[in-house]
């Protein structure tokens, strides 16, 4: 731990330049928290914003949405470590989006109002379809979580000169106080532009780091590779696959898995989903989406470079020795390109990127913790305690329900960020790219099924929609609770134990499958058949955008 001890020497020498930092971005968030809760609390407007973003500014909302923390210090992190098998979470993360883009955006935003259970239940019966979509919701979202407060954990206790647990159990709580008062106060308003920030903040970041790597290596990228796997201690290996997952059988397959779970889960996650609600138009979502995929594809390009310049200028051991799981290479690279630990511009380009990767859990929390309570209030709330009209037909009191709704997101925000927060605080050594994997899983095995089957299959039932969000969704947690991911490992949740029986970390492989396939039975073996007349008229509404609201 020499190098983590170093480095937390380092910038204790400068922990006002960090706290400053820190400071400054906290208080225009509040700022714009403050400002966007000046308007009229309508649950149009706590939701989605009142539908008045721009297909750039949704872009750049979508953008800093997916790109987590998962993205900036885990993906870098993982090549740093492992090199070519890296690349996975790199081409997995940026190629989902051209299912979102071909097969989802412009229906999503035709068929629903606020959250993915508007689709689904879009021609079912709505309390059984809204229950199960809302708990899928749920899970996904504190899954998600889960690994931005690791990295939360990882980061500002390294910044602020601690390494120890109660640092990070108070940059945890920290976090988890700033998403609750960001959602229950600005909505999707506060929210959205909270993101639109933090995405050139860490676009800018990211150029500024990639540059000096670049620089270093004098624009030579074959020199950057050899020096990546001279430093990586693995030599050649390092730029061939299967460091990671080519040691056996299991490993390969978890690399199948994985492929998948990123591949598919993007189309799945209630968040990415929640941002088409925001723009006036289905065509709106669709130039959102382009707009996310060309900033996201150079996002993620960069990230290549830091990884193999984190591995060439600090060494994969010295990133190791600092976070065993190599959520701090990012920040390792950053201080050395500046002149190394202890020097003025390497504490002060050390504490920057600290910010930026700050803003970025910050932003991407609310965007989860919002979703997530919309589904808690929309959904669940709304299907539990209230009667719902047949086909979702608004009832006299709609206007009461919808106060409501948005009482209770804000009450379900705290439910849900106090449950991310203990969570988070057993899973603090898990690398925050690997930890995020699995809430795609999750997605793809839960929501995916259903949602390709509500928009595609003329026959598919109430039944079917929710054997295939439980038949997904039940397998996928059991597997991972099951997996060496929480038992039978150093570095497991529960290092002390081990029950696990399912040999892949990654549980998609198999929950996705059976996912479609509960659908599915589901649908075949449902004695209920489908309205082909709701179908129509859905069919008609997602292609054309006739009665979207």
């Known amino acids: 731990m020499e190098a983590g001890r170093y480095l937390a020497d380092s910038a204790g020498e400068h922990q006002g330049l960090a706290v400053v930092l820190f400071t400054v971005f906290v208080s225009v968030t509040l700022a714009i928290t403050a400002w966007a809760g000046r308007r009229r609390s309508s649950s149009e407007e706590f939701f989605v914003g009142g539908r008045m973003f721009t297909s750039m500014e949704n872009g750049l909302a979508i953008a800093g949405d997916y790109m987590s923390a998962a993205s900036f210090l885990g993906i870098s992190g993982l090549i740093a470590l492992f090199g070519y098998d890296g690349l996975l979470y790199s081409v997995g993360f940026l190629v989902a989006w051209l299912v979102v883009l071909m097969l989802v955006a412009e229906l999503v935003r035709n068929c629903g109002r606020y959250t993915l259970a508007d689709v689904l239940s879009a021609r079912m019966r709505q309390r059984p379809v809204r229950i199960a979509a809302g708990i899928s919701s749920v899970v996904v979202s504190v899954l998600y979580l889960v690994a931005q407060m690791v990295g939360a954990g990882s980061l500002v206790g390294l910044l602020i000169g601690g390494q120890g647990n109660g640092a990070r159990t108070w940059a945890v709580i920290g976090v988890g106080a700033l998403m609750v008062f960001y959602v229950s106060f600005g ?125 060439a200028v600090v060494g994969s051991g010295t990133v190791r020795s600092s976070n065993e799981a190599g959520n701090t290479a990012v920040p390792l690279l950053a201080e050395a390109l500046g002149g190394g630990a202890g020097t003025t511009w390497g504490t002060v380009l050390f504490a920057v990127v600290g910010a930026v990767a700050f803003a970025t859990i910050l932003a991407v929390v609310a965007g989860i913790t919002l979703a997530s309570s919309a589904s808690v209030a929309h959904d669940l709330y709304t299907a539990l305690r209230r009667p719902i009209a047949k086909h979702g037909r608004r009832d006299p009191g709609a206007g009461t329900m919808e106060q409501d709704e948005v009482r209770v997101a804000r009450f379900a925000a705290v439910g849900i960020g106090a449950a991310a927060i203990a969570l988070s605080l057993l899973a603090q050594d898990q690398n925050i790219a690997f930890l995020v994997g699995l809430a795609f899983a999750v997605a793809a095995s839960a929501n995916l099924p259903a949602l390709l089957y509500s928009l595609f299959w003329r026959r598919f039932t109430t039944r079917g929609s929710v054997w295939a969000i439980y038949g997904g969704l039940v397998p996928a947690l059991l597997l991972v609770v099951l997996s060496p991911v929480v038992s039978g490992r150093p570095d497991a949740l529960f290092p002390g134990t081990d029950f696990h029986v399912f040999p892949l970390e990654n549980p998609g492989l198999i929950s996705i499958p059976l996912g479609f396939l509960a659908g599915w039975l589901g649908t075949v073996l449902s004695p209920e058949p489908a309205d082909p007349g709701r179908y129509a008229e859905t069919e008609v509404r997602s292609l054309t955008g006739a009665g979207a609201v």
């Open 187 to 311: 909505g999707m308003r506060a929210t959205t532009w909270i993101q639109i920030v933090k995405t050139v903040l860490l676009l800018g970041g990211t150029v500024l780091l990639t540059v000096m790597v670049l620089v270093r290596f004098h624009g030579n990228v074959d020199e950057l590779l050899h020096s990546a796997a001279t430093g990586s201690g693995h030599g050649e290996a390092f730029l061939a696959p299967g460091l990671k997952y080519g040691g056996s059988w299991t490993s390969r397959l978890d690399f199948i898995s994985l492929g998948l779970a990123l591949v598919l889960g993007t189309a799945g996650l209630p968040h990415i989903l929640s941002r088409f609600y925001t723009v006036p138009t289905a065509r709106s979502a669709r130039r959102s989406v382009v707009w996310a995929i060309g900033l996201i594809g150079v996002f993620y390009l960069m990230t290549i470079v830091l990884g193999f310049g984190a591995a």
